[in-house]
């Protein structure tokens, strides 16, 4: 087994920050001098204050976190709305108009134990508590999420891979056949699950025989997941360089709509 990797953006003169990408669109935040810049497919469409370091899509817009604050723009770099979501966030992950802002410590330990530990928030709307859901199935502040008939996420507590409806109901879930607390990333296709652990990969095909293979590998913690429709399952964001990449053997790949 070895990856199909492809570099989607590139720059040399600038630090990236944090990059996304969805179909055929890269969005990308930049460190610049005093400044923070966002580059979709390679065009600069913001520049603004330095201190975000997060940028996602959303279903129409993108969003920049800066400490607490959530901001939106439409893709023309235009400022849609803010809103505070609490410190400590630990991923956002496309959901609905908005995204689902997953924390760290503060949602899970200390004197403010589950007030943040999963929210929705969306443009022009203020942020909604998802707790009951978090509680349900046990979404810690390292949940990890994908997209999968429509969505799903793992449980590494009981190592288990629950699917979720578009509410982020449980509706059924199924043991890993493998321990989970290491992974890192993980991506849904029809037919299989890629799981990525920092020196080994997983693929389990679980739709069918419920094979699963074990292979060797070297990968960051940079490396993550794509949240939204896209050819290749993962990608990496490194000082000058964006990296995608999937698994490829002899198995054929479809990523699921």
Known sequence: MHLSEETIYTNKQLLILDADCKKE???VLLKGKGENIVQLNGETIFTGPTGHHKIRFTKENFCLLSDSTLSFYKLNGEFVSECDIGTNVFELFPYRQGVLCIYGDEGVFGKKMGKNRLNYA?????????LETALENKILYDALFARYKPFACL???????????????????I???????NIFA?????????????TRFWLWDFETNGRFLEYPGDFSYNTRAIFHRHEYLFMSVFEHEVQVFKPANSLMYKVAD
């Open 122 to 130: 969306a443009p022009l709307a203020k942020p909604e508590s998802y």
């Open 155 to 173: 449980g590494w507590e009981s190592d288990e891979l629950i699917f979720l409806n578009d509410k982020l109901k449980k509706e059924k879930a």
């Open 25 to 27: 669109q890269t969005i």
């Open 175 to 181: 043991k890993v056949p493998f321990a989970t607390g």
């Open 186 to 198: 993980f991506a849904l296709t029809y037919e299989f699950g890629a799981f990525i652990e920092e």
